[in-house]
């Protein structure tokens, strides 16, 4: 059973920093594309940052400069370090394996909870 086990979000002040983590079972990490989605209420989920098997990444403009995504192949595990904070980046945080080719999936995890306070 494939498994993606974000770390707890939380509460943290405005220009404040939080890294999130999503650990991902052994069999999908290493074919996988890793990815962030964020939805905030009453807003569809979008993207927040990817990194592909290979190690290229890429960024919401909101959050370029701000947050970095990284893989930890070795432990199978995705991070999110999110730096500079905004009352904007509140939402519910997603990690996401995904693969657009054959065999092709999309798994999720149960999100968390980042709240930004101003």
């Known amino acids: 059973q494939v498994q993606l086990v974000e770390s707890v979000g939380g509460l943290v002040q405005a220009g404040g920093s939080l890294r999130l983590s999503c650990a991902a079972s052994?069999?999908?990490?290493?074919?996988?594309?890793m990815a962030w989605y964020r939805q905030a209420p009453g807003k569809q989920r979008d993207l927040v940052a990817a990194?592909?098997?290979?190690?290229?990444?890429n960024y919401a403009d909101s959050v370029k400069g701000r947050f970095t995504i990284s893989r930890d192949n070795a432990k199978n595990t995705v991070y999110l370090q999110m730096n500079s904070l905004k009352a904007e980046d509140t939402a519910v945080y997603y990690c996401?394996?995904?693969?657009?080719?054959?065999?092709?999936?999309?798994?999720w995890g149960q999100g968390t909870q980042v709240t930004v306070s101003s």
């Open positions: 996401n394996a995904g693969r657009s080719f054959t065999p092709k999936y999309d798994y």
């Open positions: 052994r069999s999908i990490f290493s074919l996988s594309t």
């Open positions: 990194v592909t098997v290979g190690g290229s990444t």
